[in-house]
């Protein structure tokens, strides 16, 4: 079954809140449970902001250009997303692996495999 993820169960499930109701607790804990994070949820409360800033922004520019002449050219969207996870020292959860994997030192993880 899919579930689409409300943003006070997410928090509370991230924070360990005992107001999230046993199904809930189960369900998101679950690594076989199927979940939809409508984007809106992550802007309607702050979640963590990860933005692209400087650093991220640098770190990509640096993989793009070692990565074209090679011709390896990343996305925009996934090089944004790994500098993202690279610069915050955070492991990049993706079902497609092989969208990261010519990015040097990044931490993945496939959850789906």
């Not at 692209?52 to 922004?57: K, P, V």
């Not at 050219?73 to 692996?97: E, F, H, M, W």
């Amino acid at each position: 079954m899919k579930y689409v993820i409300d943003t006070h169960a997410l928090i509370w499930f991230l924070e360990g809140n005992q107001r999230l109701g046993t199904q809930a607790q189960a369900i998101l804990s679950n690594v076989t449970s199927q979940l939809v994070l409508p984007a809106i949820a992550l802007s309607e409360r702050k979640i963590t902001d990860f933005a692209l800033h400087q650093e991220a922004a640098e770190w990509f520019a640096k993989e793009r250009a070692r990565l074209i002449p090679i011709s390896l050219t990343p996305s925009y969207a996934d090089g944004q997303i790994a500098a993202i996870a690279k610069v915050n020292n955070l492991i990049l959860v993706t079902r497609n692996v092989a969208d990261y994997a010519n990015f040097q030192d990044l931490q993945i993880e496939n959850w789906f495999s």
